[in-house]
């Protein structure tokens, strides 16, 4: 079975400073995929970030950029310049490959971000 | 774009009753996912459909039930409800050809009291 361990309930910086999220995951998988999810006051699930475990290159969603090491099973998550409305729970995901049908994410249990002006 | 559409928003019932959620994937959305998130707590996977067929079975209790209709939206059902159900339901569609992206719907909210 696959784990994901966010270690930093929360944290808390100030507007326009650069902040990052930590992820592990364990997981016996070669293929998979990892994901960042921003749950913001409303609830709402929005994927932030994106990363293909057999991709090299780190993924970057302008202001989100992740650091991806496949052999340390880490993914931390970067945000640059960070705005008020990133105030919110990250979530980090996993899921495993698959050619078709369903495939379930397992979450990390969140780290909830305040930016402060 | 469409999105994944959710109904009811909240609802609220007694220890005992019955509950029903209902689910309406993105169109050619042929993946339905449930999952339950209670207070504090990550979204933990329940039950999901591929094709109207049943895929994989998380930590769903037995009281619940769900299945996805020719149409593809899908229904949880949720009988003998307790307090511990009180909790806020996602319901995530994808393509089931491979590509990997779940959407969210804005979740049903579910107080038992």
């Known amino acids: 079975a696959q784990t994901v361990t966010q270690s930093q309930p929360e944290m808390s910086v100030q507007e326009a400073e650069t902040v990052t999220l930590s992820c592990t995951y364990d997981t016996s998988e070669n293929n998979y995929y990892l994901f960042w999810y921003k749950q913001p006051p409303s609830r709402q699930m929005i994927l932030v970030i994106r990363q293909e475990a057999y991709k090299q290159q780190n993924a970057t969603e302008n202001r989100f950029s992740v650091n991806f090491q496949k052999a340390a099973k880490s993914f931390s998550l970067k945000i640059s310049d960070s705005q008020l409305g990133d105030t919110a729970m990250y979530f980090c995901a996993f899921m495993k490959q698959r050619s078709e049908g369903a495939q379930k994410l397992v979450f990390g249990q969140g780290t909830r971000l305040t930016i402060n002006p | 774009a469409a999105g994944v559409i959710q109904s009811p928003r909240h609802l609220i019932k007694e220890k005992r009753e019955t509950a029903t959620l209902k689910c309406y994937p993105i169109p050619r959305h042929d993946t339905v996912y449930w999952y339950q998130q209670g207070p504090g707590q990550d979204p933990q996977f329940l039950i999901s459909?591929?094709?109207?067929?049943?895929?994989d079975k998380g930590s769903i209790p037995d009281r619940f039930s769900a299945q996805q209709f020719s149409d593809y939206h899908s229904e949880l059902n949720m009988s003998s409800l307790e307090l511990g159900d009180s909790a806020l339901y996602f319901c995530?569609?994808?393509?089931?050809?491979?590509?990997?992206?779940?959407?969210f719907g804005p979740g049903t909210r579910l107080t038992v009291t």
């Open positions: 995530a569609s994808s393509l089931g050809d491979g590509t990997y992206e779940q959407y």
């Open positions: 459909f591929y094709e109207k067929m049943q895929s």
